[in-house]
C-alpha cells in the first residue's frame, strides 16, 4: 500500500511552506485522503503531481555549423 504523508511532510518533501500542499488541496489539484478530521497525501500523489509538473530542458542546434558549398 502507498504511504500516506501529512501535509507537514509534504511541504517538507516539496521544500515550501505547509500553505502550498494545502493550497494543492483547496484547489484539489492533487490527489488526497480524509481520515477523519485529518488530510493525507499518498506518496504517489506527490510524485505524479512532480512528473506532471517537471519541465525538461530544451536541447538546442547548435548554428553556424554548415559548410560553405
Do not use: N, W
Amino acid at each position: 500500500m502507498d504511504g500516506l504523508l501529512t501535509v507537514d511532510q509534504v511541504a517538507e518533501l516539496l521544500g515550501t511552506t505547509v500553505r502550498f500542499p494545502r493550497r494543492l488541496i483547496e484547489e484539489r489539484r492533487i490527489r488526497y485522503v480524509k481520515v477523519g478530521c485529518h488530510v493525507r497525501i499518498p506518496e504517489s500523489a506527490v510524485r505524479d503531481y512532480l512528473a506532471a509538473h517537471t519541465v525538461e530542458p530544451v536541447r538546442l542546434r547548435r548554428a553556424g555549423l554548415r559548410r560553405a558549398a
